[in-house]
């Protein structure tokens, strides 16, 4: 019986071309999802989230190199033939977009675009993979899902269509689903809609979920997880509840404190400057420049993960100030 979890990844980094010099875009991250878990990955835009899903799915751009361990099941990504590759695409793994419309052919229906991945990977048959079809937008509230199959995308809603990117998505069975900002279009009412269609399709079909979002309080809705990013690096990692409830690193305190509150009007506070790339990063830590508690220290030594709470977290004044955090997010 193989023990390993669906997704392994270990010291992972990933470089890239640019004008003839080599950038760092990734560097060092650890993570693992297993099956019926979801795993959120939050972070600023730039901070490489999309990178490294799109590198556990070896869909890396040409001029992109990744390093390091991807494992699925217990089976190298990186040292995949091409079968392999076209069956771990077809059967294992699906990837459902941040924008559905730029992911659908507007001059074909939405039974041609559900259908074409399956029957091309021979894994169902024209008729069986309509049937499947229905049945799937069916059982996550699709009505009238034949009247569906012969429509075109401008025809749906933003929330209707993201509904069919993950039927898509599910047809082939897979066992790890990528959500790459699934609901970032969507208003919050249709996100909400959207997300509890998802945490019901990996209850019932015991799937692995790495939820890729910018927004922190949605990711903690939804994980039992999470991996904070920045510049690259991961910065903090541990159980979902306890890194909202009480973050111990200065950057996941600013993504919590910049947020809009539901319950009450009050003024946000944006984290200071701007973000930085991995290949900005000077011999100090990522987040020193933007950190009103960074020392000496931070600007000229690298912080490392370490255990902290049973947690991980880059940070060398975390047993100072994590203390005073939690004000940070409520004040």
């Known amino acids: ?139 996550i509230g699709i009505t009238d899902p034949e009247h569906r199959l012969t429509q075109y995308p401008h ?51 015991n799937l692995g979920l790495l939820f890729i979002s910018h927004d922190l309080d949605l990711a903690a809705a939804v994980t039992d997880s999470l991996a904070v990013m920045y510049a690259g690096t991961v910065v903090e990692q541990g159980a979902t509840a306890d890194v909202h409830a009480r973050p111990l690193h200065p950057y996941t305190a600013g993504l919590l404190a910049c947020r809009p509150s539901a319950t009450a009007v009050t003024r946000l506070k944006p984290i200071p400057g701007r973000p930085v790339s991995a290949y900005e990063v000077g011999s100090g830590c990522a987040f020193a420049a933007r950190c009103r508690f960074a020392a000496e220290e931070c600007r000229t030594d690298r912080p490392q993960l370490r255990t902290v709470e049973e947690r991980l977290v880059a940070c060398h004044r975390v047993e100072e100030i994590g203390a005073r955090l939690p004000e940070e997010v409520r004040s």
């Open 155 to 205: 025809q749906l809603s933003g929330g209707l269509l993201q509904r069919m990117m993950i039927v898509a998505a599910l047809l082939p069975s897979p066992k790890l689903l990528f959500a790459d900002e699934p609901t970032t279009a969507l208003d919050v009412t249709v996100q909400s809609e959207v997300m509890a269609i998802l945490q019901e399709q990996i209850r019932e079909r």
């Open 1 to 139: 019986m193989n023990t390993a979890p669906l997704l392994r990844m270990q010291g992972v980094g990933i470089t890239a071309r640019d004008r003839g010099n080599q950038r760092t875009l990734v560097r060092g991250v650890d993570l693992t999802v297993a099956a019926g878990e979801a795993v959120g990955l939050v972070g600023e835009s730039g901070s490489g989230k999309s990178m490294l899903v799109r590198s556990a799915m070896r869909l890396l751009p040409r001029h992109a190199t990744a390093t390091g361990h991807i494992d699925f099941e217990g089976r190298s990504v990186l040292g995949f033939s091409r079968r392999e590759l076209a069956a771990y695409r077809a059967r294992d793994v699906a990837l459902i977009h941040q924008d559905p419309r730029a992911h659908t052919n507007p001059l074909r229906t939405i039974g041609d675009f559900l259908v074409e991945g399956v029957v091309a990977a021979k894994l169902l048959s024209p008729r069986e993979a309509r049937t499947r079809a229905c049945e799937t937008m069916a059982s």
